[in-house]
């Protein structure tokens, strides 16, 4: 069975592990300037409660193709320490096993899938655990009248994200289609939680006017601090772009380009685009989805100003303000 991740192209059945992410939110000025920088504003429904539609438990059959496939995702399951070579310290690897199932009499090419798992209120992303034996493979899989495909996948998620919320994103491309159907699942990740849960801020706050300190919400946007590695030339800029779905309907992606700006003459030191730089799964409605963005940075600015600018696919800009590492 093919398996590949939804930052790669897809060419067979795509599958990688997953669970569950939180909730969702909108930002503001002085209201987000008093909420924990790490918080995400509430967005709609409360995920304590009914699920919103569109996201079904674990275990749901959804059709896809108008009923001439399902697809169901089963829960978690913790694998035991040490089965799995190279998970980091402190982390911990989940399978979990897609299924997609004929519906039709005849045999027929299974869609192409691809999982992405988002956990905790951010909705961080979690890494595929992967060796030789998952390597991707290219060709297109038939499936028998009323069977299933199914694929095993392996995921990794850090110790503290026990007992939180996963929301997994499933994007099933039917053959001959370029669009793939959306698919959400949640539920909680196995285990006792860790540390408390990150805490979501006020409801119905509107965006800030002006710059935005890093680290600080502006509206349905936040970028964290930047953190910085590496020595001379090599050195690289991290930070973690959030972002809200306001909305009962799957929004597409992050969709948003950032571009680093230096010093006090904001020199363009980096731009980071969606879909080639970084991961931009759709994200599922009232939740949100926090990603890590990496780019170089230059000789000579760490511990200056930095300006990020965020700009939407709609052509609106966000500024937010802070130091380089």
């Known amino acids: 069975m093919p398996i590949q991740l939804r930052h790669a192209l897809p060419t067979g059945l795509l599958a990688a592990s997953l669970l569950i992410s939180g909730c ?4 503001n000025g002085s209201a ?3 909420r924990p920088t790490g918080s995400a504003p509430a967005a709609g429904p409360s995920p304590s409660s009914a699920l919103p539609d569109g996201i079904v438990k674990p275990g749901t059959a959804r059709p896809v193709g108008g009923g001439a496939w399902t ?9 035991p320490a040490g089965t799995v070579p190279g998970v980091p310290a402190g982390s911990s690897v989940y399978t979990a096993r897609l299924s997609v199932a004929n519906q039709r009499a005849q045999i027929a090419t299974a869609p192409r899938t691809a999982v992405t798992a988002r956990y905790g209120a951010l909705g961080r992303q979690a890494a595929p655990a992967t060796d030789k034996a998952d390597s991707p493979k290219k060709e297109p899989v038939q499936v028998r009248p009323n069977a299933a495909a199914d694929q095993d996948m392996r995921l990794v998620f850090p110790d503290q994200a026990q007992g939180q919320t996963v929301t997994v994103t499933v994007e099933a491309t039917e053959e001959g289609l370029a669009e793939p159907e959306l698919l959400f699942f949640e539920s909680a990740l196995p285990g006792r939680p860790a540390a408390s849960p990150e805490a979501q801020g006020a409801q119905g706050a509107e965006a800030r006017q002006g710059a935005t300190p890093l680290g600080q919400w502006n509206g349905g946007l936040r970028l964290s601090e930047i953190a910085v590695s590496g020595e001379g030339a090599s050195r690289t800029g991290s930070l973690e772009l959030s972002v809200v779905n306001r909305s009962g309907d799957p929004l597409s992606g992050l969709g948003t380009t950032l571009r680093i700006l230096t010093g006090q003459d904001l020199h ?6 969606p879909v080639y730089g970084y991961h931009d799964a759709a994200i599922a409605p009232y939740r949100t989805a926090t990603q890590t963005v990496t780019f170089r940075v ?4 760490v511990g200056g100003p930095v300006t990020v600018e965020a700009v939407g696919v709609d052509g609106s800009r966000v500024a937010f303000d ?3 590492g």
Do not use: F, K, Y
């Open 71 to 79: 697809v169901t995702l089963q829960g978690l399951e913790q694998v």
């Open 24 to 27: 969702a939110g909108s930002g």
């Open 298 to 301: 230059p000789e000579g600015t």
């Open 322 to 324: 802070g130091r380089l």
């Open 32 to 34: 987000a300037a008093d």
């Open 268 to 273: 363009l030191a980096a731009t980071v685009h």
